[in-house]
């Protein structure tokens, strides 16, 4: 297996292959999530629809198929899509009258559907998500990072003033940071996309991006204020209580399964993927040891300590396989479980398991005489968890940079850390604000602008990277999957 530093996105994809998460299909560009890869996902959509119940969100699904029409009533987000659209010209061995879309996202097609259901202030705010696959028709692919189909979540709103639609445009994104830093242990950083990065129709676009091993980024969910202008595109207008017709604010904002390509590249190691605790699909494997003909006493405890552990919601598998105990070890720690457990005659006689965490170098040896093994396995999940999380945090310190202020200087750093093998990182640069300097930073170097950091985060820089001119924002700069 190649190792993070010899090859990073050929580990990457023997990492997703040899953990069994998915297949490739016979359709270009697009994957099969096999169970161990859908399980995870399937834990975080539990966490973000609890989040967005809590928000007084609630779930709609609407048809996969858009009419061509929809698109060119808002011909930014037509323009901004056009190149990756799918389309259905045919039914029934007939011609379609009109063109319909596989749905890059679903702005128009809600925007339609709103444009009916909202009529009075007092149908306001309309706050639904969609859980839904969307096609994006992608040159380059890489599984779950990008790919032409997708998975994902996309949030639609609709509200009576700015003030309201920017509020729940933030809202989200700090909803989106709080669960990726907890549930994947993922550290991200937040601030809003430079006008060329933002989402086709948007007013304002915000991001959280993550820092992968490799220095990439991986922009990992985003969150959009579209003002009235999809409101005016679909007339979706209200009766306010000044009795006149007035448009509604509207945003967006979604997540993807390429939140489990970004917690891969983030948490993985040259043994293979390591998944953080609270998303795992099995937290717990337990495997018995020893020879044979004790097999049966073995099995007995294994199954004991089994059923603890499921009693108590913790996510455990036996193997029991006629695998070598070896063999097993690699077989699981291939997949990332977060903990593994041993039993054999010797740990049943000391009346103690062998517990491995799977990002630890030890094994520990766990006495049952003193602590439910349900605790011990509980603090350590917990631990797992908090441990990834300030690695992420370390790993991402040691590979930003503040000090570089000028494109030539920017150009050389790059070179120095090739040389040196070392990856080139982010770098926090100041910026003209013009997208003719975005271009020249892109064209000399491959980084682009990943986000403008919110006020008071990081030093606020004084003078463009590019042209030296007194800066308008302070930008991150890296190159991006």
């Known amino acids: 297996m190649a190792t993070r530093k010899e090859d990073f996105s050929k580990w990457y994809i023997q990492t997703i292959q040899q953990a069994d998460l998915m297949d490739y299909s016979p359709v270009r560009g697009c994957m099969i999530f096999k169970p161990n890869g859908y399980e995870i996902w399937e834990h975080i959509q539990t966490e973000f629809n609890r989040r967005f119940k809590e928000e007084g969100i609630r779930n709609a699904y609407f048809p996969m ?56 202030y007092r149908d306001l705010p309309m706050e639904i998500n969609q859980w839904a696959n969307v096609f994006r028709w992608e040159k380059r692919t890489l599984p779950f990072l990008r790919t032409s189909e997708f998975l994902w979540q996309e949030g639609h709103t609709a509200h009576a003033t700015a003030e ?36 086709a129709g948007a007013e304002r676009t915000y991001s959280i991006e993550s820092m992968m091993q490799d220095g990439k980024a991986v922009q990992s969910g985003t969150s959009h204020y579209m003002g009235t202008k999809f409101a005016e595109a679909f ?123 799977r990002d630890a170098d030890e094994k520990q040896f766990v006495s049952l005489a003193d602590t439910p093994l349900v605790d011990t396995v509980q603090a350590e999940l917990t631990a797992m ?58 064209e000399a170097t491959g980084f682009t602008t990943r986000n403008i950091p919110f006020a008071g985060q990081y030093e606020e820089k004084t003078t463009c990277i590019v042209t030296g001119a007194p800066a308008k924002h302070t930008v991150w700069l890296a190159r991006a999957y």
């Open 65 to 120: 198929l858009i009419p061509e029409s929809f698109f060119n009533k808002e011909k930014d987000h037509i323009e901004g899509f056009s190149p990756e659209l799918p389309w259905v010209t045919e039914a029934a061995g007939e011609p379609l009258e009109e063109r319909l879309a596989l749905r890059p996202t679903s702005e128009t097609m809600i925007g339609d559907a709103y444009s009916k259901w909202i009529q009075s």
């Open 164 to 199: 309201e639609a920017n509020t729940r445009t933030m809202r989200m994104l700090q909803v989106y940071k709080e669960v990726v830093e907890d549930l994947l242990a993922m550290p991200v950083f937040s601030g809003e996309k430079t006008p060329s990065e933002r989402f």
């Open 385 to 442: 968890q908090t441990r990834l999380f300030n690695s992420a945090v370390d790993m991402n310190a040691s590979h930003i940079y503040t000090n570089i202020n000028t494109l030539d200087e920017l150009s050389a750093h790059i070179e120095a850390q090739r040389e040196a093998g070392e990856v080139p990182g982010w770098v926090l640069a100041g910026w003209d604000g013009t997208e003719e300097s975005e271009a020249k930073i892109k």
């Open 235 to 357: 007339d979706i207008t209200y009766l306010n209580k000044e009795n006149k017709h007035v448009h509604a604010f509207t945003t967006s904002w979604g997540v993807s399964t390429r939140l489990i390509g970004a917690m891969i590249m983030t948490h993985g190691d040259d043994s293979g993927l390591v998944l953080p605790p609270k998303v795992a699909p099995q937290q717990v494997v337990i495997i018995p040891v020893g020879p044979k003909k004790k097999l049966d006493v073995v099995m007995e405890k294994v199954d004991e300590l089994y059923a603890e552990l499921k009693a108590a919601g913790i996510r455990t598998v036996v193997d029991d396989s006629d695998n070598s105990p070896g063999y097993k070890f690699n077989e699981w720690e291939l997949r990332g479980v977060p903990v593994r457990i041993e039993v054999g005659p010797r740990d049943i006689e000391n009346n103690q398991v062998v517990l491995k965490a």
